[in-house]
């Protein structure tokens, strides 16, 4: 189905591009007391009059008793909605069975839906493929809405919910906007070209705008608070062999998820947790002992573990104290970007002095095995993630969709205010009107066929 350019406002609907197909898919999760069945489509309407026998008043709840079309045989009682078209989630006819959960029950009356002509099951993300279609929402909408199905911190719900209601949505278009209005004044030089003054004086009218413009945006690129909420923030657990780097792991976890031993370089692939620290995702990432390896497959597992140090947001440094005096600094590995001492092993005795120099205000001692300090290192933990995430108002490019169609925005307007002057008008405005396509593909209100498949896979079937 082809998606027409749309040149005006972000949510107009694009003309027949829903089809005329009836989708049905068990909308709700598996294993629980009710299922809910959702049908969007002209058939969704004899759908409900096939299976129980009337369609109910708009947007009530009634109960009914539930037949297959073909033999009559009651599958259920449930209840059932219907939503006319087009005051529905996706602006189509559309109905909802909820009914018992059970594997069986769930079987049979999706098949009777099924049964009825014109209907089929739904693929991953159709109903809100739909919605987009029809206008319903945006593209940043769309994608808010998936992030908001899979958040799993507090701060991962409030970003996406931010986002599925039209924080990012709203900015684009407002940023559009305004760039359409500065290529007006701009186009007023071509259209008045033979009257000397114009050009110059609408160009000088629009450089302001522009300018801000570019301003907003190099913000919004430069702030990384999103990947952090929605990826979490990776920390990584670093060290000589034998330093308790899997024990702490496990300790901060609260899981058996590394093994332990005695033996110095135990650990050689990469081993990654995700934890809710303050409502905040985090990834701990368990490493193999920095040391010259006695192996290929040591070697190897280093070599990762070097290459996941330089990525990470914060990297804490472990250190048997019973081993020795803490380093001065981290051993073995470049700069990374925060570094902490994480002094272990302290229920051997030594050890919990304070540590000098580079390591000042963020040094811990802790007992992987006691579990000593260690509330007091999980609470230093979610205290930077929290930092690194607040401030302001949510961030608006939070996927790397949003940042390649900014940066490329950012790109044009770049060029037509490093040529501000000596461009003539036609090129000038050919500028700003890439730019303004690059923003319009981020919620979708230009061409976006190629990218439906990308943003809507992410959904599961029935959403
Ligand atoms: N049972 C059930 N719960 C659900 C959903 C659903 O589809 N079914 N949703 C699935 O996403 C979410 C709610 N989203 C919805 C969004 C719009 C409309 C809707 O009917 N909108 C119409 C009418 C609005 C009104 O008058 O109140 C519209 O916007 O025109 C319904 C659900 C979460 N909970
Ligand atoms: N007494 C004491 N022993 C600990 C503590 N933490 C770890 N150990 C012991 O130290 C040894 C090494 O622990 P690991 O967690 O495997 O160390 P690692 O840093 O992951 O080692 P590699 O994977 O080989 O780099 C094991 O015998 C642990 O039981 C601690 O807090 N106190
Ligand atoms: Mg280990």
Same mark, same amino acid.
């Given at each position: 189905?082809?998606?027409?350019? !749309? ?14 197909? +009836? =989708? ?30 009337? *369609? ?134 071509? /259209?008045?070209?033979?009257? /000397? ?31 952090? *909420? ?18 702490? =792991? ?30 905040? !995702? ?30 990470? /947001?914060?990297?804490?440094? *472990? ?25 272990? !092993? ?96 981020? +919620?979708?209100?230009?061409?976006? /066929? ?12 029935? !959403?």
């Amino acid at each position: 189905m082809s998606v027409q350019e !749309k040149s005006a406002a972000g949510k107009g609907a694009i003309a027949g591009a829903a089809g005329g197909d +009836t =989708i049905a898919a068990v909308s709700s999760g598996r294993g629980g007391a009710v299922a809910v069945i959702r049908l969007s489509g002209p058939a969704a309407g004899d759908v409900v009059l096939a299976l129980a026998g009337r *369609v109910p008043e708009p947007r009530r709840a009634v109960l009914a008793r539930l037949r297959h079309p073909d033999s009559g045989e009651p599958l259920d009682q449930g209840l059932v909605l219907w939503f006319p078209a087009p005051r529905s989630a996706t602006g189509e006819d559309m109905a909802e069975l909820q009914i018992h959960g059970g594997r069986a029950v769930v079987a049979a009356v999706l098949g009777a839906v099924l049964a009825v002509p014109g209907t089929r099951p739904a693929q991953a993300g159709e109903f809100t493929r739909r919605a987009f279609l029809n206008g319903r929402m945006d593209l940043t909408e769309a994608e808010g809405l998936a992030d908001l199905i899979g958040a799993e911190t507090q701060a991962q719900r409030r970003l996406a919910f931010s986002h599925a209601f039209g924080h990012l949505g709203q900015r684009v278009e407002d940023w559009r906007h305004r760039l359409v209005r500065a290529m007006a004044l701009v186009e007023a030089g071509i /259209d008045f070209a033979d009257e /000397d003054d114009v050009p110059a004086e609408a160009r000088a009218l629009a450089r302001p705008e522009v300018e801000a413009l570019q301003r907003e945006l190099a913000q919004a690129l430069g702030d990384r608070r999103g990947a952090m *909420v929605r990826e979490g923030a990776l920390i990584a657990i670093a060290g000589l062999p034998n330093a308790g780097k899997s024990s702490l =792991i496990n300790a901060l976890a609260a899981r058996d998820v590394a093994i332990v031993s005695d033996e110095p370089g135990t650990t050689r692939d990469l081993l990654e947790v995700s934890l809710d620290l303050d409502g905040h !995702k985090v990834m701990l990432v368990d490493t193999a002992g920095l040391r010259e390896a006695e192996g290929k497959v040591e070697a190897e597992g280093i070599r990762r573990a070097r290459a996941r140090i330089a990525e990470a /947001d914060l990297v804490l440094w *472990v250190h048997d104290v019973a081993a020795g005096p803490a380093p001065d600094e981290a051993p073995e590995m470049e700069a990374p970007a925060e570094l902490w001492l994480v002094g272990n !092993k302290l229920d051997r005795g030594a050890g919990g002095e304070s540590v000098a120099g580079r390591w000042a205000g963020r040094s811990f001692a802790v007992s992987a095995r006691s579990g000593e300090g260690l509330d007091v290192l999980t609470r230093a933990l979610g205290g930077f993630v929290t930092d690194r995430t607040a401030g302001g108002e949510h961030p608006a490019l939070i996927r790397e969709r949003h940042r390649a169609s900014a940066a490329e925005a950012s790109a044009h307007l770049g060029a037509a205010l490093a040529g501000w002057e000596e461009l003539d008008d036609a090129l000038l405005a050919e500028e700003l009107r890439l730019a303004a396509r690059a923003l319009g593909r981020m +919620t979708g209100a230009i061409g976006v /066929d190629d990218l439906l498949d990308v943003v809507f896979r992410e959904f599961c079937i029935g !959403k």
